[in-house]
């Protein structure tokens, strides 16, 4: 099943301290719902989905279910803090902890839920994230939480994992723009910057550069703080405001240069973010 990753309401199963030293045995093994291992202090090194990921202290590492794995025993010990977990509530009923199972006993399909994503395709298998220590304290949070099984823990602990799964991923995009998407961004918001007058929608951007509207949407969040379409207001009125002051056009002509739909749209857009109408801004000569 792919959903966009705002659509997840994830259920924590089951969360634990997880001890590993040179005396722990190991095989390889397969989940039937998420994981999440967090290193709370040593270095480890886990085998996933045939690549090999090497953790250290504040290591975050997600691995689907679906996705074979192996903890490799340490020189000396790691120290994780794991969560199972599934990203929706589909199967709370499934509240009992579920082990994950070597190779001659899994089952494929007792996989409890596989969820893929539409615009964070990082998430689809495994992801490692090499440091994330701003996590640490809400996870032991978590393992408290859990433990206590107060009242309606189970919709605090849904609340927390949210919580962290979003910093993972505002993690993950801001260095997937600053990296090998960069030129991507760039051509983005060129093309806002230049077409601005026209109809534009996350769904067009999306069709015109070949991505997903949820992650153009992401894109233009973190370059500019702001959506799309309050984005583009702000740069019409900067250029209304410009066209007031250096053109003799009529409100009407210019409302519809900076992609307005009549003078109205325009009027009540620019007293919104200037405090007062055109006619008062090109009065005033400002």
Not at 5 to 18: A, G
Not at 84 to 102: A, R
Not at 166 to 191: A, K, P, V, Y
């Amino acid at each position: 099943m792919k959903i966009p990753f705002s659509k997840i309401k994830p259920f924590l199963r089951f969360v634990r301290f997880l001890n590993i030293d040179s005396t722990s045995k190991f095989v390889p093994v397969t989940p039937y719902d998420a994981r999440l291992f967090f290193v709370l202090d040593g270095n480890g090194i886990i085998m996933a989905d045939g690549k090999t990921y090497t953790l250290k202290k504040h290591s975050v590492i997600f691995i689907n279910s679906g996705v074979r794995y192996h903890h490799i025993i340490p020189d000396r010990f790691v120290s994780y803090l794991a969560i199972n977990f599934d990203f929706t509530y589909e199967h709370s009923d499934k509240s009992i902890p579920i082990p994950p199972e070597p190779d001659e006993s899994y089952n494929k399909d007792n996989i409890v839920e596989h969820i893929r994503f539409c615009d964070i395709p990082e998430f689809d298998d495994v992801l490692l994230i090499p440091s994330m220590a701003s996590i640490k304290n809400k996870l032991i949070a978590m393992e408290t939480e859990f433990s206590k099984k107060d009242s309606l823990y189970e919709l605090s602990l849904s609340s927390s994992l949210i919580s962290v799964l979003i910093q993972m991923t505002r993690h993950l995009l801001s260095h997937r723009l600053s990296s090998h998407n960069t030129d991507l961004s760039g051509e983005i918001m060129n093309f806002i910057q230049e077409n601005f007058n026209q109809n534009l929608s996350n769904k067009k951007l999306g069709e015109m550069f070949h991505y997903h509207p949820v992650y153009i949407s992401n894109i233009i969040k973190l370059n500019t703080g702001y959506p799309l379409h309050q984005f583009l207001k702000n740069i019409r009125i900067t250029n209304a405001a410009q066209m007031l002051t250096t053109t003799n056009k009529s409100i009407y002509e210019i409302a519809l240069d900076c992609g307005f739909y009549d003078a109205s749209h325009l009027i009540r857009s620019f007293k919104e973010i200037i405090g007062i109408t055109p006619q008062q801004y090109r009065d005033t000569g400002q």
